[in-house]
Antibody, heavy 119, light 112 residues
Framework: QITLKESGPTLVKPTQTLTLTCTFSGFSLSTNGEGVGWLRQPPGKTLECLALIYWDDDRRYSPSLKSRLTIAKDTSKNQVVLTVTNMDPVDTATYYC???????????WGQGTMVTVSS | DIVMTQSPDSLAVSLGERATINCKSNQSLLYSSDNKNYLAWYQQKQGQPPKLLIYWASTRESGVPDRFSGSGSGTDFTLTISSLQAEDVAVYYCHQYYSGKTFGQGTKVEIK
């Protein structure tokens, strides 16, 4: 059974860097085809895919946010970390991590973590 | 980016009646090499993460009730709930994973 859980700060100040950790179980990011993505959802709005990382360390980023995002994996800890630099109030959202096999839809999602950007 | 547009934005349906949600993409999601449409549908209930209902446009995820069905190909897709139940109240999103990964704006389904 695959599970994922997001962790990180609930409040960050404008211009700060956000670091979120996704801890997962039920699969390994060293297995061919496996991937983890980070997505976000501002209050009352739709979902946006931010970044993806695959078993072979292939990394994909949202073109509009690419300069601010870094995704990395720690296979030994079953964790994926997302950093977002220069946070702004418009980045206030629930941030989700989700499991994905290469070429398929996101099938299992974490519960999400709400991040508010405010001074 | 591929733009996904859902219609309607919201709908109210009586219990036991059919609910139909449409999703249109601005380019084809049909991949010629495998003849699959890279389109999924999600259900999101209040305060919960999205739940995968349908992938490859018409394949039901394991455990999803058979009152949910997906159809369509290319640029036009439909999610149908054949007999609406109270537990189906949610926002539904279409999602393309053909190129990049984008979502529709969502359709809110309520009980009339």
């Amino acid at each position: 059974q695959i599970t994922l859980k997001e962790s990180g700060p609930t409040l960050v100040k404008p211009t700060q860097t956000l670091t979120l950790t996704c801890t997962f179980s039920g699969f390994s990011l060293s297995t061919n085809g496996e991937g983890v993505g980070w997505l976000r959802q501002p209050p009352g709005k739709t979902l946006e895919c931010l970044a993806l990382i695959y078993w072979d360390d292939d990394r994909r980023y949202s073109p509009s946010l690419k300069s601010r995002l870094t995704i990395a994996k720690d296979t030994s800890k079953n964790q994926v970390v997302l950093t977002v630099t220069n946070m702004d109030p418009v980045d206030t959202a629930t941030y989700y991590c989700a499991h994905r096999r290469y070429g398929t839809a996101f099938d299992i999602w974490g519960q999400g973590t709400m991040v508010t950007v405010s001074s | 980016d591929i733009v996904m547009t859902q219609s309607p934005d919201s709908l109210a349906v009586s219990l036991g009646e059919r609910a139909t949600i449409n999703c249109k993409s601005n380019q084809s999601l049909l991949y010629s090499s495998d003849n699959k449409n890279y389109l999924a549908w999600y259900q999101q209930k209040q305060g919960q993460p999205p739940k995968l209902l349908i992938y490859w446009a018409s394949t039901r995820e394991s455990g999803v009730p058979d009152r949910f069905s997906g159809s369509g190909s290319g640029t036009d897709f439909t999610l149908t709930i054949s007999s609406l139940q109270a537990e189906d109240v949610a926002v539904y999103y279409c999602h393309q994973y053909y190129s990049g990964k984008t979502f529709g704006q969502g359709t809110k389904v309520e009980i009339k």
